[in-house]
């Protein structure tokens, strides 16, 4: 059994940073990439970062692209988003996904496992 947990979530005014992180718990996680979504209210989950099993590979969706950085540790079987220049528009709910393909993309379907989500909320 794979266990994903989000924290980090906050408040934060636009033009801020926060650090989300996913730690993992069970086995053969180190060897599968990793995905952050988002879902604001009245909205679908999008696809905001992926990466690859070893940190080699990052794919950012437009919107975040300068801003937010992903990367890993896999001996602490966690990944994490840092978020710069945040903006109104940035808040959602943020999800971290297992990803079963070699570099993780935008497509649910390609994600088994999820966390419960962190808040974050930008406003001033």
């Known amino acids: 059994q794979v266990q994903l947990v989000e924290s980090g979530g906050g408040l934060v005014q636009p033009g801020g940073s926060l650090r989300l992180s996913c730690a993992a718990a069970g086995r053969t996680f180190s060897n599968y990439g990793r995905g952050w979504f988002r879902q604001a209210p009245g909205k679908e989950r999008e696809f905001v970062a992926g990466i690859n099993w070893n940190g080699g590979a990052t794919v950012y969706a437009d919107s975040v692209k300068g801003r937010f950085t992903i990367s890993r540790d896999n001996a602490k079987n966690t990944v994490y988003l840092q978020m710069n220049s945040l903006k109104p528009e940035d808040t959602a709910v943020y999800y971290c996904?297992?990803?079963?393909?070699?570099?993780?993309?935008?497509?649910?379907?390609?994600?088994?496992?999820w966390g419960q989500g962190t808040q974050v909320t930008v406003a001033s």
């Open positions: 996904g297992r990803s079963r393909s070699v570099v993780p993309g935008p497509r649910l379907g390609e994600y088994d496992y």
